[in-house]
């Protein structure tokens, strides 16, 4: 494994400053196509009941990582605005750390890596593959 493709299954959590708010869990799948980011990040909504999905598009470049997450429409009114990412990969590609910011509120985020995207493929391929008695 290397910093050079990020593509694939992430886990991770976010934090707020100060205990303002939860640690807060979330699971991310990234497809890295040469240092462009894109992806979805679901976590669970720590304001109503339920869970969240957002898009995620940004860049990689080199062990730098700078991205985006916009909650998709209907979300809800408390989760409008744009959080940005920015993080330093390490150098066996496994874990992502880095800060969130989101107005005037910023954090901290950490993601390890649970699968590559040949792996997923892999799962996938298992899962579609009919059963043979």
Do not use: C
Not at 2 to 15: F, K, M, N, P, T
Not at 48 to 65: I, M, P
Not at 98 to 107: M, P, Y
């Amino acid at each position: 494994m290397s910093a050079d493709d990020l593509s694939g299954q992430w886990s991770g959590e976010y934090a707020y400053p100060r205990d303002t708010g939860p640690v807060t869990p979330f699971l991310a799948i990234i497809e890295d196509h040469g240092g462009r980011l894109t992806g979805t990040i679901i976590e669970p909504n720590t304001v109503e009941s339920g869970t969240l999905e957002a898009d995620l598009v940004g860049l990689r470049h080199g062990t730098g990582v700078d991205f985006t997450k916009t909650y998709t429409p209907g979300a809800s009114r408390h989760y409008s605005h744009p959080v940005d990412y920015v993080g330093s990969v390490s150098e066996d590609g496994q874990v992502i750390k880095g800060v969130w910011s989101l107005l005037d509120l910023d954090g901290t985020f950490v993601m390890r890596r649970e699968l590559t995207r040949e792996e997923m493929l892999e799962r996938e391929a298992e899962v579609a593959e009919p059963v043979r008695d």
